[in-house]
C-alpha cells in the first residue's frame, strides 16, 4: 500500500513537472510572438499576463504608453478595458443575488417603470438576467451609434418606446452596451451605493486590485496610464480619451493593469472562494444563448465548436474544451481576456491601439495550448 502511494505521488509529480515545463516553453513561445506581433503592426504599447492555477506566472509590458513619449509600458500600467468591463457587471449582480436582495429573475420594470420598448407584453417579460445574458430580444448594439454621438443617455432611453423585440427576452441573443447597463441604476436601488463604489468595495478592493478602477476621472487620475491610439493616414496616432461609452459603465467603464485582471481571472478559477463564491462563477459561465456571428469569428473560426453568452461572460468550446472568455474594444484601446478550467490557466491581453491583431495574439496561445494535450498519469 505505501509502495503504491509513493508511486501515485511520483507519477502526479512527474505530471505537474511536465506541465510546468510545457507552460513555461508556450509563455517563452508567446512572449516572443507577442513582442514581434506588436512590431508587425507599428502598435505603440501592449501587456499581458498568463496565470497558472492561483498565480500569475508572468506579467510584462512593452512598448510606450503614448507615441513618441519616453514612458514605458510595464504590469502595472493602467488602460481602458472597454466591454471586458461586463464580466465585473455580472459579477457583481451576482453577489447582490446571492445577498438577497436581488434576483436574476425580477422583471426590469419593477425597478425601472419608464424604461418600455413597444408593447407592454415585451416591456413585461425583460428581466435583469437578460439585461446581464444579451439576451433583450433587441437587434444588436441598439442605439450605440447616438451614445457614441455624445447624446445623453436621458435622451436615448426613451427611444427604446419606439422598437419591438425581434424574440421574446430570453430567447435569443443580441448584443448590447446601453440595455446592458440598466443594471446599473437596478444595483444602485437595491444596494443604497453608486455603482463604481459597488464593484470597489465588492471587488477591486478584497482581490487587491490597486490600480483598477471605474469611470472616466479615476482614469485619467492614474499616473501610469496608456493613452488610446487610432489609425490615420495608415499610421497610429496618440488620440483623446473618448468618453461615450464610460457613461454605460458596467458595460465599458473598468480600467485595469494586466495585473490587476491577472488577479480577477485567478477569482474566476476558484482561488479566491472569500470574495466570488463558486456558485456565484458557475451561475455566470453557464451557457444561455447561442452566438453564432462568433463561429465566423477571424483567427478563432477554423477551431470553434460551439459559442454562448452566459451571464457578462462568452463560452467558446475549442477542441472539446470549454473557454470562458470576454473581449472588449473601444477607442484606442483593445482587450482579452480568457481563462480555461480544465487546464487552470488564463491570459489576459492590452492594447492602447484599436488593432485586430490582439486576436491573433490571444487565438495563437490558446489553440497552442488546447492542442498540446496535459500528459495524465499512467493507470497504477
Same mark, same amino acid.
Given at each position: 500500500?505505501?509502495?503504491?502511494?509513493?508511486?501515485?505521488?511520483?507519477?502526479?509529480?512527474?505530471?505537474?513537472?511536465?506541465?510546468?515545463?510545457?507552460?513555461?516553453?508556450?509563455?517563452?513561445?508567446?512572449?516572443?510572438?507577442?513582442?514581434?506581433?506588436?512590431?508587425?503592426?507599428?502598435?505603440?504599447?501592449?501587456?499581458?499576463?498568463?496565470?497558472?492555477?492561483?498565480?500569475?506566472?508572468?506579467?510584462?509590458?512593452?512598448?510606450?504608453?503614448?507615441?513618441?513619449?519616453?514612458?514605458?509600458?510595464?504590469?502595472?500600467?493602467?488602460?481602458?478595458?472597454?466591454?471586458?468591463?461586463?464580466?465585473?457587471?455580472?459579477?457583481?449582480? %451576482? +453577489? @447582490?443575488?446571492?445577498?438577497?436582495?436581488?434576483?436574476? /429573475? #425580477?422583471?426590469?420594470?419593477?425597478?425601472?417603470?419608464?424604461? =418600455? &420598448?413597444?408593447?407592454?407584453?415585451?416591456?413585461?417579460?425583460?428581466?435583469?438576467?437578460?439585461?446581464?445574458?444579451?439576451?433583450? %430580444? +433587441? @437587434?444588436?448594439?441598439?442605439?450605440?451609434?447616438?451614445? /457614441? #454621438?455624445?447624446?445623453?443617455?436621458?435622451?436615448?432611453?426613451? =427611444? &427604446?418606446?419606439?422598437?419591438?423585440?425581434?424574440?421574446?427576452?430570453?430567447?435569443?441573443?443580441?448584443?448590447?452596451?446601453?440595455?446592458?447597463?440598466?443594471?446599473?441604476?437596478?444595483?444602485?436601488?437595491?444596494?443604497?451605493?453608486?455603482?463604481?463604489?459597488?464593484?470597489?468595495? =465588492?471587488?477591486?478592493?478584497?482581490?487587491?486590485?490597486?490600480?483598477?478602477?471605474?469611470?472616466?476621472?479615476?482614469?485619467?487620475?492614474?499616473?501610469?496610464?496608456?493613452?488610446?491610439?487610432?489609425?490615420?493616414?495608415?499610421?497610429?496616432?496618440?488620440?483623446?480619451?473618448?468618453?461615450?461609452?464610460?457613461?454605460?459603465?458596467?458595460?465599458?467603464?473598468?480600467?485595469?493593469?494586466?495585473?490587476?485582471?491577472?488577479?480577477?481571472?485567478?477569482?474566476?478559477?476558484?482561488?479566491?472562494?472569500?470574495?466570488?463564491?463558486?456558485?456565484?462563477?458557475?451561475?455566470?459561465?453557464?451557457?444561455?444563448?447561442?452566438?453564432?456571428?462568433?463561429?465566423?469569428?477571424?483567427?478563432?473560426?477554423?477551431?470553434?465548436?460551439?459559442?454562448?453568452?452566459?451571464?457578462?461572460?462568452?463560452?467558446?468550446?475549442?477542441?472539446?474544451?470549454?473557454?470562458?472568455?470576454?473581449?472588449?474594444?473601444?477607442?484606442?484601446?483593445?482587450?482579452?481576456?480568457?481563462?480555461?478550467?480544465?487546464?487552470?490557466?488564463?491570459?489576459?491581453?492590452?492594447?492602447?491601439?484599436?488593432?485586430?491583431?490582439?486576436?491573433?495574439?490571444?487565438?495563437?496561445?490558446?489553440?497552442?495550448?488546447?492542442?498540446?494535450?496535459?500528459?495524465?498519469?499512467?493507470?497504477?
Amino acid at each position: 500500500m505505501v509502495k503504491r502511494a509513493f508511486l501515485c505521488a511520483a507519477l502526479w509529480l512527474c505530471g505537474a513537472q511536465s506541465v510546468a515545463a510545457s507552460l513555461d516553453s508556450l509563455s517563452d513561445q508567446f512572449d516572443r510572438e507577442f513582442r514581434q506581433k506588436l512590431e508587425e503592426a507599428g502598435i505603440p504599447g501592449g501587456a499581458y499576463a498568463i496565470v497558472d492555477g492561483d498565480q500569475i506566472v508572468s506579467a510584462r509590458g512593452y512598448g510606450l504608453r503614448a507615441k513618441n513619449s519616453q514612458e514605458e509600458i510595464d504590469p502595472h500600467t493602467v488602460f481602458r478595458i472597454a466591454s471586458a468591463s461586463k464580466t465585473f457587471a455580472a459579477e457583481v449582480t %451576482g +453577489l @447582490v443575488v446571492r445577498d438577497g436582495k436581488l434576483r436574476w /429573475e #425580477d422583471p426590469v420594470n419593477r425597478f425601472l417603470p419608464g424604461f =418600455r &420598448f413597444r408593447t407592454q407584453r415585451a416591456s413585461q417579460a425583460l428581466q435583469v438576467q437578460h439585461l446581464i445574458g444579451q439576451s433583450s %430580444g +433587441l @437587434v444588436p448594439n441598439a442605439y450605440d451609434n447616438l451614445l /457614441e #454621438d455624445d447624446l445623453p443617455l436621458q435622451k436615448i432611453l426613451p =427611444r &427604446f418606446r419606439e422598437l419591438e423585440p425581434h424574440c421574446t427576452p430570453g430567447e435569443c441573443y443580441g448584443y448590447q452596451n446601453i440595455v446592458f447597463s440598466l443594471v446599473e441604476p437596478i444595483l444602485e436601488q437595491v444596494t443604497g451605493m453608486p455603482y463604481a463604489g459597488l464593484v470597489t468595495q =465588492r471587488i477591486f478592493e478584497p482581490l487587491d486590485m490597486h490600480q483598477s478602477s471605474v469611470g472616466m476621472a479615476a482614469f485619467l487620475a492614474a499616473d501610469n496610464r496608456a493613452l488610446p491610439h487610432i489609425r490615420k493616414n495608415g499610421d497610429w496616432v496618440t488620440g483623446e480619451v473618448n468618453p461615450s461609452y464610460y457613461r454605460v459603465s458596467p458595460a465599458a467603464g473598468v480600467n485595469a493593469s494586466v495585473t490587476d485582471l491577472g488577479k480577477w481571472l485567478i477569482a474566476q478559477m476558484g482561488y479566491r472562494q472569500d470574495v466570488i463564491p463558486q456558485p456565484v462563477i458557475d451561475e455566470v459561465t453557464r451557457a444561455r444563448v447561442r452566438t453564432l456571428k462568433e463561429l465566423r469569428r477571424k483567427a478563432w473560426k477554423d477551431h470553434l465548436q460551439d459559442a454562448h453568452y452566459g451571464l457578462g461572460w462568452r463560452i467558446y468550446r475549442v477542441q472539446d474544451e470549454d473557454l470562458i472568455y470576454h473581449g472588449g474594444w473601444v477607442q484606442g484601446y483593445v482587450a482579452d481576456m480568457a481563462y480555461s478550467r480544465e487546464r487552470d490557466i488564463g491570459l489576459v491581453v492590452l492594447l492602447n491601439a484599436e488593432s485586430s491583431v490582439i486576436s491573433e495574439i490571444t487565438a495563437n496561445f490558446w489553440i497552442r495550448l488546447l492542442n498540446s494535450g496535459r500528459e495524465t498519469p499512467a493507470a497504477v
